[in-house]
């Protein structure tokens, strides 16, 4: 009992004589105090000192480059074969094209692979159909879609949207008519 009791006395003397330890909010407040100090003496000497030195670098912000695209070009006038082509001024590869709706869904894939500075990839006459008929053209009002070419330029994967349009024409043909979907790359 008697060892409590002086167990209490001391905690009750090194309480009020004791500094008591700060709590994380005191710590974190002497900090900030101690760095914004820090931060006042720099800008006072910055401002003491009239020319900066002549071996620090200015520093310029830095422009990204855009990556280099192919250019895209059309050939070939329905009922005959259409050809999507693409051109670079260094080969590059490409591995797919996909036929992407105006609401940027990708409707049907071709996997292509096919390198060089000009490939021609010709356009599929049933995977534009499908694109085509997402959408109830009343009177053959053209529809817009985009080609999204997967290519690898300078060993950088990207890819190379193409938008085009899809507009419905006919033509005859000896007794025939012959109804065929025209495409043509927009600017």
Request: proline letters at 9%; charged letters at 25%.
């Amino acid at each position: 009992m008697l060892g409590a009791i002086a167990g209490a006395a001391l905690g009750n003397y090194l309480q009020k004589h004791w500094p008591p330890e700060p709590d994380e909010n005191e710590l974190l407040l002497r900090r900030l105090a101690k760095l914004e100090a820090e931060i006042e003496e720099l800008e006072f000497q910055r401002r003491e000192r009239k020319d900066p030195p002549a071996s620090v670098p200015t520093i310029e912000p830095i422009q990204p480059q855009a990556r280099p695209q192919p250019f895209s070009e059309l050939r070939g006038k329905p009922p005959e074969q259409q050809y999507l082509v693409l051109s670079a001024d260094r080969d590059f590869r490409l591995s797919r094209v996909d036929y992407v709706s105006d609401l940027g869904t990708t409707v049907i894939s071709e996997d292509i692979e096919k390198s060089g500075c000009r490939i021609e990839v010709p356009i599929n006459e049933k995977k534009v159909s499908r694109v085509w008929y997402l959408r109830q053209n009343v009177n053959a009002t053209p529809t817009q879609f985009q080609f999204r070419c997967h290519l690898s330029l300078d060993g950088v994967e990207t890819q190379s949207v193409v938008p085009a349009v899809i507009q419905q024409k006919s033509m005859w043909i000896g007794p025939a008519r012959t109804i065929f979907r025209q495409v043509t790359l927009t600017p």
